[in-house]
């Protein structure tokens, strides 16, 4: 069973950039998805961006040319690069992952797939 540990939000403003880190402990993270989703107030909550085992990124349409997931297995870091940011992306950024074996895009982009979580790390931009 792993444990998930997300690092790196913060307060920033409308354009700027962010880069969030999760950390896995242990178990061999290259074994696993890896995700991101975030939850605003008031919303319910929504996937952001994926990446396989094999590093095959998917991402939610409304990030898509502003975030960029990747991973670093020998680390069992996977990092979200967040540029252009906006209002709107004010929300808990939380970490999770799942051994999915020839998962669809439904599957990885359903917060229901995902077994491990992490705390969350919260993002604010301001206007």
């Known amino acids: 069973q792993i444990q998930l540990v997300e690092s790196g939000g913060g307060l920033v403003q409308s354009g700027g950039s962010l880069i969030l880190s999760c950390t896995a402990s242990?178990?061999?993270?290259?074994?696993?998805?890896a995700a991101w989703f975030r939850q605003a107030p008031g919303k319910e909550r929504e996937f952001v961006a994926a990446?396989?085992?094999?590093?095959?990124?998917t991402y939610a349409d409304s990030v898509k040319g502003r975030f960029t997931i990747s991973r670093d297995n020998a680390k069992n870091t996977v990092y979200l690069q967040m540029n252009s940011l906006k209002p709107e992306d004010t929300a808990v950024y939380r970490c999770?992952?799942?051994?999915?074996?020839?998962?669809?895009?439904?599957?990885?982009?359903?917060?229901?797939?995902?077994?491990?979580w992490g705390q969350g790390t919260q993002v604010t931009v301001s206007s």
């Open positions: 999770a992952a799942a051994r999915l074996l020839f998962a669809s895009s439904t599957q990885i982009m359903g917060a229901g797939s995902y077994n491990y």
């Open positions: 990446s396989s085992r094999s590093s095959l990124s």
């Open positions: 242990g178990g061999t993270f290259s074994s696993y998805v």
